[in-house]
C-alpha cells in the first residue's frame, strides 16, 4: 500500500513540474514569439496527457502521447536550429537514415532475449520508435548547446531519458520494479523541464547577458549611412557596447555580437541569402533592447556584398524594414557605406530611405 502511496505521489509530482515547465514556456512565448516555445509547450501539454494514460492504464494512449511528445519536442529544436541558427552545419540530417535499421535491430534483439513484452505488444513499438526520436532530440538540443550551456545539459537529459523510454519492453517484463522505473523516469524528466526552464528564462536565447555599459556618444533613434571614416570612429566609441554587428571586416570589438557573413558553411557566419534570418534576429534585438529600457545599436559593415547575392531591389526592402524595426523600438540602426561603390540612382534610393 505505500509504494502504491508512493508511485501516486511520483507521478503527480511529475505533473505538477511539467505543468509549471507548461506555463513559463508559454509565457516566453507569448514574450518572444519564437516559434519552437509554442512547440515545446505542446510537447509538455502531451508529457502530461501521457502520465494520464500510464496512470489509467490504457495502453493505445500511452503509445499516442508518447509519439506525440518526442515529435514535438524534436520540431521544436530542429525548428530553433533552422530559425535562429545554421542547421547544415549544427547537425546531420541524413543520421535520420539509420532509424529503420536500428528500430529492426533493435526488435530483433527483444526477440532473441525472449522477454515477455517484445514488439508483438500493441503499444512498444510505437514506445520504442519514440525513444529514437528522444535520442536525436538529445542531439539537437547538443548542438544547440555549444554556446548554451542549459542547452548542453538539456541534451545529456534528454538522450539519458531516450534510452530509458527504449528499455519501455525490457521494464514491463520486470513488473516487480515498476516503481524505480516510476521514479526513474520522473527524475529524468523532472531534471529536462529544470534546464528548458532555464534554457528560455536565460539570456543565452537573446543578446543582453548583462547590463550594458552606459553610451558615451548621443545617437539618435533611428537609421542613418555612414561612412568608414565615420565606423572607425564608432568602433572606439562602442567598444564596450552590446552593438548587434553583421560584418565582413573581423576588426571589430570584443563587446560586440558580430555576424561574420560568408558563403562559406561554418560555425558563427551567416549566409548573406539569408535576409529573413538576419531580419529576425534584428527584430528580437530590438526588442530585448527596448524592454530592457537601451538603446539597441546594429550595424551593417557590407551592404555591397548583401546587394550582390540579393539584387538591390530585394536589399533596399529588407533595409526598410529594418529602419522600421528601428524605429519602433527607438534603437539605431547605422550603415556603412561607399559612396563610390554605387551608382547614382541606387545611392539616390539609399540616401531616400535613411533621410
Known amino acids: 500500500m505505500n509504494e502504491e502511496y508512493l508511485t501516486l505521489f511520483v507521478r503527480v509530482m511529475g505533473v505538477f513540474i511539467a505543468t509549471g515547465t507548461l506555463g513559463v514556456l508559454i509565457h516566453a512565448y507569448l514574450k518572444h514569439k519564437i516559434k519552437a516555445l509554442l512547440l515545446w509547450s505542446a510537447a ?10 500510464f496512470y489509467t492504464g490504457n495502453k ?41 535499421p536500428l528500430f529492426a535491430l533493435y526488435g ?35 548542438a544547440m548547446g555549444k554556446k548554451r550551456r542549459n542547452s548542453l545539459h538539456l541534451g545529456i537529459l534528454t538522450i539519458a531519458f531516450g534510452i530509458f523510454v527504449l528499455l519501455y519492453p525490457v521494464r514491463l517484463s520486470f513488473p516487480h520494479l ?31 547577458k548583462e547590463e550594458p555599459v552606459e553610451l558615451k556618444v548621443v545617437l539618435e533613434p533611428g537609421a542613418r549611412l555612414i561612412t568608414p571614416k565615420e565606423y572607425e570612429q564608432i568602433k572606439k566609441n562602442l567598444r564596450d557596447y552590446p552593438v548587434l554587428a553583421f ?12 555576424y561574420y557573413l560568408s558563403t562559406e558553411e561554418r560555425e558563427d557566419r551567416l549566409s548573406p541569402t539569408n535576409l529573413p534570418y538576419m531580419a529576425q534576429m534584428i527584430s528580437e534585438y530590438f526588442r530585448e533592447a527596448k524592454e530592457k529600457g537601451v538603446e ?20 533596399v526592402k529588407f533595409l526598410a524594414a529594418l529602419k522600421d524595426f528601428a524605429l519602433i523600438n527607438s534603437g539605431v540602426l547605422l550603415i556603412v557605406i561607399e559612396e563610390g561603390a554605387w551608382n547614382k540612382r541606387q545611392f539616390a534610393i539609399l540616401r531616400r530611405i535613411f533621410s
Not at 509538455?44 to 494514460?53: D, G, H, P, S, Y
Not at 550595424?299 to 531591389?313: A, H, K, P, T
Open 108 to 142: 530483433i534483439l527483444l526477440i532473441h532475449l525472449g522477454l515477455p513484452y517484445s514488439f508483438s505488444s500493441a503499444e512498444v513499438p510505437f514506445v520504442v520508435l519514440s525513444g529514437i526520436f528522444f535520442l536525436f532530440s538529445g542531439f539537437v538540443f547538443l
Open 247 to 258: 560584418v565582413r571586416s573581423l576588426d571589430v570589438p570584443e563587446k560586440w555580437k558580430a
Open 296 to 315: 539597441g545599436i546594429v550595424i551593417i559593415d557590407c551592404l555591397e556584398y548583401l546587394s550582390m547575392y540579393n539584387g538591390f531591389e530585394s536589399t
Open 60 to 100: 493505445e494512449e500511452v503509445a499516442l502521447f508518447y509519439s506525440l511528445f518526442s515529435g514535438t519536442l524534436i520540431y521544436g529544436g530542429l525548428t530553433y536550429l533552422k530559425e535562429y541558427g545554421d542547421i547544415k552545419t549544427s547537425i546531420k540530417l541524413e543520421l535520420v537514415g539509420i532509424i529503420p
Open 178 to 208: 515498476s516503481f524505480v522505473w516510476i521514479l526513474l523516469g520522473t527524475a529524468l524528466s523532472v531534471g529536462m523541464a529544470f534546464f528548458m526552464i532555464n534554457l528560455v528564462t536565460s539570456r543565452e536565447f537573446l543578446f543582453f
Open 44 to 53: 509538455w501539454v502531451f508529457f502530461i496527457l501521457m502520465q494520464v494514460a
